[in-house]
Protein backbone atom coordinates (compact mmCIF):
# COMPACT_ATOMS: atom_id res chain seq x y z
CA UNK A 1 0.00 0.00 0.00
CA UNK A 2 1.26 3.17 -0.94
CA UNK A 3 1.27 6.61 1.57
CA UNK A 4 0.91 10.04 0.60
CA UNK A 5 3.89 11.45 2.38
CA UNK A 6 2.89 14.97 4.22
CA UNK A 7 3.41 17.93 1.28
CA UNK A 8 6.09 20.85 1.62
CA UNK A 9 4.56 23.21 3.88
CA UNK A 10 2.53 25.97 1.72
CA UNK A 11 1.04 22.70 -0.80
CA UNK A 12 -1.67 21.32 1.28
CA UNK A 13 -4.44 22.40 -1.02
CA UNK A 14 -2.51 21.13 -3.64
CA UNK A 15 -4.84 17.57 -5.19
CA UNK A 16 -3.44 14.68 -4.30
CA UNK A 17 -4.02 11.14 -5.27
CA UNK A 18 -2.27 7.52 -5.34
CA UNK A 19 -2.47 6.24 -8.73
CA UNK A 20 -2.63 2.35 -8.84
CA UNK A 21 -1.62 1.63 -11.98
CA UNK A 22 1.59 3.42 -12.18
CA UNK A 23 1.79 2.77 -8.09
CA UNK A 24 2.86 6.33 -7.53
CA UNK A 25 1.39 9.82 -5.51
CA UNK A 26 0.80 12.15 -8.05
CA UNK A 27 -0.23 16.05 -7.38
CA UNK A 28 -2.80 17.33 -10.13
CA UNK A 29 -2.09 21.09 -10.79
CA UNK A 30 -4.57 23.08 -12.35
CA UNK A 31 -3.97 26.88 -13.63
CA UNK A 32 -2.83 29.03 -11.60
CA UNK A 33 -1.25 26.86 -9.01
CA UNK A 34 2.30 25.29 -8.66
CA UNK A 35 3.59 22.00 -6.77
CA UNK A 36 7.13 21.63 -5.10
CA UNK A 37 8.57 18.18 -3.84
CA UNK A 38 10.93 16.28 -2.33
CA UNK A 39 9.32 13.28 -2.28
CA UNK A 40 9.02 10.19 -4.76
CA UNK A 41 6.04 11.57 -6.49
CA UNK A 42 4.66 12.88 -10.00
CA UNK A 43 3.28 16.11 -11.07
CA UNK A 44 0.42 15.98 -13.07
CA UNK A 45 -1.31 18.83 -15.55
CA UNK A 46 -3.23 19.03 -18.37
CA UNK A 47 -1.92 22.83 -21.02
CA UNK A 48 -3.45 24.42 -23.68
CA UNK A 49 -2.02 27.56 -24.38
CA UNK A 50 -0.66 27.68 -20.66
CA UNK A 51 2.63 27.32 -20.40
CA UNK A 52 4.38 24.48 -17.40
CA UNK A 53 8.30 25.09 -16.63
CA UNK A 54 9.23 21.67 -14.96
CA UNK A 55 12.32 22.93 -12.95
CA UNK A 56 15.06 20.69 -10.50
CA UNK A 57 18.30 20.59 -8.40
CA UNK A 58 19.43 16.75 -10.55
CA UNK A 59 21.84 16.36 -7.18
CA UNK A 60 18.74 16.61 -4.84
CA UNK A 61 15.87 15.67 -6.91
CA UNK A 62 13.86 18.46 -5.83
CA UNK A 63 11.66 20.32 -8.19
CA UNK A 64 8.40 21.21 -8.90
CA UNK A 65 6.20 22.28 -11.73
CA UNK A 66 4.04 25.70 -12.67
CA UNK A 67 1.10 26.18 -15.18
CA UNK A 68 0.33 30.01 -15.81
CA UNK A 69 -1.17 31.61 -18.82
CA UNK A 70 -0.30 34.73 -19.04
CA UNK A 71 3.29 36.09 -19.09
CA UNK A 72 3.03 39.26 -17.15
CA UNK A 73 0.72 41.48 -15.13
CA UNK A 74 -0.21 44.51 -17.16
CA UNK A 75 -1.13 47.95 -15.12
CA UNK A 76 -4.29 49.94 -15.68
CA UNK A 77 -2.22 51.96 -19.03
CA UNK A 78 -1.46 48.23 -20.61
CA UNK A 79 1.72 48.40 -19.94
CA UNK A 80 3.91 45.35 -18.45
CA UNK A 81 3.82 45.25 -14.91
CA UNK A 82 6.72 42.96 -13.47
CA UNK A 83 6.25 43.11 -9.82
CA UNK A 84 5.03 40.22 -7.84
CA UNK A 85 1.18 39.56 -8.31
CA UNK A 86 0.52 39.61 -4.34
CA UNK A 87 -3.19 37.69 -4.76
CA UNK A 88 -0.06 34.41 -4.66
CA UNK A 89 -1.58 32.47 -7.64
CA UNK A 90 0.88 31.79 -10.56
CA UNK A 91 -1.21 33.12 -13.16
CA UNK A 92 1.27 35.22 -14.27
CA UNK A 93 4.11 33.73 -15.83
CA UNK A 94 6.75 35.97 -13.75
CA UNK A 95 5.48 35.65 -10.70
CA UNK A 96 5.44 31.85 -11.45
CA UNK A 97 9.24 31.27 -12.13
CA UNK A 98 10.20 33.10 -9.99
CA UNK A 99 8.31 32.07 -6.99
CA UNK A 100 8.64 28.24 -8.61
CA UNK A 101 12.88 28.62 -8.42
CA UNK A 102 12.59 30.59 -4.86
CA UNK A 103 10.59 27.66 -3.38
CA UNK A 104 13.13 25.02 -4.80
CA UNK A 105 16.18 27.29 -3.67
CA UNK A 106 14.22 27.82 -0.40
CA UNK A 107 14.22 23.81 0.20
CA UNK A 108 17.89 22.81 -0.53
CA UNK A 109 17.80 23.50 -4.20
CA UNK A 110 21.17 25.10 -5.40
CA UNK A 111 20.66 27.46 -8.39
CA UNK A 112 23.73 26.39 -9.99
CA UNK A 113 22.25 22.75 -10.14
CA UNK A 114 19.13 23.41 -11.56
CA UNK A 115 18.27 22.73 -15.04
CA UNK A 116 14.66 22.98 -16.91
CA UNK A 117 12.18 21.10 -19.02
CA UNK A 118 9.47 23.37 -20.82
CA UNK A 119 6.29 22.40 -22.21
CA UNK A 120 2.67 24.15 -23.36
CA UNK A 121 2.45 27.30 -25.40
CA UNK A 122 -0.17 25.67 -28.05
CA UNK A 123 -2.71 27.77 -30.08
CA UNK A 124 -5.62 25.60 -29.48
CA UNK A 125 -8.46 28.12 -29.51
CA UNK A 126 -9.92 29.46 -33.00
CA UNK A 127 -10.28 33.52 -32.92
CA UNK A 128 -8.02 33.98 -29.98
CA UNK A 129 -4.85 35.93 -29.93
CA UNK A 130 -1.76 33.54 -29.46
CA UNK A 131 -1.32 33.45 -25.97
CA UNK A 132 0.58 30.59 -26.63
CA UNK A 133 3.35 32.46 -28.53
CA UNK A 134 3.67 35.13 -26.09
CA UNK A 135 4.23 32.46 -23.09
CA UNK A 136 6.78 30.77 -25.01
CA UNK A 137 9.08 33.60 -25.88
CA UNK A 138 8.57 34.97 -22.15
CA UNK A 139 9.85 31.56 -20.12
CA UNK A 140 12.54 31.10 -22.92
CA UNK A 141 14.23 34.62 -22.26
CA UNK A 142 13.10 34.26 -18.34
CA UNK A 143 15.09 31.04 -18.21
CA UNK A 144 17.87 32.17 -20.14
CA UNK A 145 17.98 35.88 -18.15
CA UNK A 146 18.69 33.07 -15.27
CA UNK A 147 20.92 31.34 -16.69
CA UNK A 148 19.11 28.39 -16.49
CA UNK A 149 19.38 25.77 -18.81
CA UNK A 150 16.32 24.49 -20.99
CA UNK A 151 17.33 20.87 -21.35
CA UNK A 152 14.08 19.59 -22.66
CA UNK A 153 11.11 21.17 -24.45
CA UNK A 154 8.34 20.83 -26.70
CA UNK A 155 6.14 24.40 -27.32
CA UNK A 156 3.42 25.44 -29.73
CA UNK A 157 1.64 23.37 -32.01
CA UNK A 158 -2.48 23.17 -32.30
CA UNK A 159 -1.92 20.45 -29.54
CA UNK A 160 -2.82 20.26 -25.75
CA UNK A 161 -0.65 18.38 -23.97
CA UNK A 162 -1.00 15.97 -20.70
CA UNK A 163 2.29 16.26 -18.89
CA UNK A 164 3.44 14.20 -16.28
CA UNK A 165 6.76 15.16 -14.44
CA UNK A 166 9.18 13.63 -11.97
CA UNK A 167 11.17 15.79 -9.66
CA UNK A 168 13.26 13.31 -7.84
CA UNK A 169 14.42 12.08 -11.49
CA UNK A 170 14.17 14.78 -13.77
CA UNK A 171 12.07 12.56 -15.94
CA UNK A 172 8.94 14.16 -18.08
CA UNK A 173 6.24 12.39 -20.04
CA UNK A 174 4.27 14.53 -22.26
CA UNK A 175 1.32 13.17 -24.22
CA UNK A 176 -0.44 15.63 -27.21
CA UNK A 177 -3.81 14.89 -26.74
CA UNK A 178 -6.41 14.68 -29.76
CA UNK A 179 -8.25 17.85 -31.19
CA UNK A 180 -11.31 16.16 -30.99
CA UNK A 181 -10.90 16.33 -26.88
CA UNK A 182 -10.07 19.92 -26.86
CA UNK A 183 -13.02 21.19 -26.22
CA UNK A 184 -13.26 20.97 -22.28
CA UNK A 185 -9.77 22.62 -22.34
CA UNK A 186 -11.04 25.53 -24.70
CA UNK A 187 -13.96 26.35 -22.82
CA UNK A 188 -11.53 26.54 -19.79
CA UNK A 189 -9.05 28.43 -21.57
CA UNK A 190 -11.56 31.08 -22.43
CA UNK A 191 -13.40 31.17 -19.09
CA UNK A 192 -10.19 31.49 -17.47
CA UNK A 193 -8.95 34.40 -19.57
CA UNK A 194 -12.00 36.11 -18.71
CA UNK A 195 -11.80 35.44 -14.83
CA UNK A 196 -8.29 36.76 -15.30
CA UNK A 197 -9.80 39.98 -17.17
CA UNK A 198 -12.53 40.40 -14.38
CA UNK A 199 -10.21 40.12 -11.91
CA UNK A 200 -8.01 42.60 -12.93
CA UNK A 201 -10.83 45.55 -12.95
CA UNK A 202 -12.82 43.90 -10.20
CA UNK A 203 -11.44 41.91 -7.08
CA UNK A 204 -8.58 40.63 -6.07
CA UNK A 205 -9.84 36.72 -6.87
CA UNK A 206 -8.36 33.17 -6.40
CA UNK A 207 -8.72 31.45 -9.26
CA UNK A 208 -8.83 27.84 -9.72
Known sequence: MINIQPSIKGYEQVKRFVDKNRQMVIAKILPGE????????LISTVLGSCI????????L????MNHFMLPIKRDAHGKDNWQLDTSYTCRYGHWAMEY???EILK?????ERLVAKVFGGGKIVPNMSDVGESNIQFVRQYLQAEEIPVIAHDVGGPWPRKIMFHPNSGIAKMKRLRSMHNDTIQKREVSYMHDIEQHET??????F
Not at 202 to 207: F, G, K, P, T, V
Open 107 to 111: NGGKK
Open 52 to 59: SACIWDET
Open 100 to 102: LIN
Open 202 to 207: ESDIEL
Open 61 to 64: GIGG
Open 34 to 41: LYVTKNNE
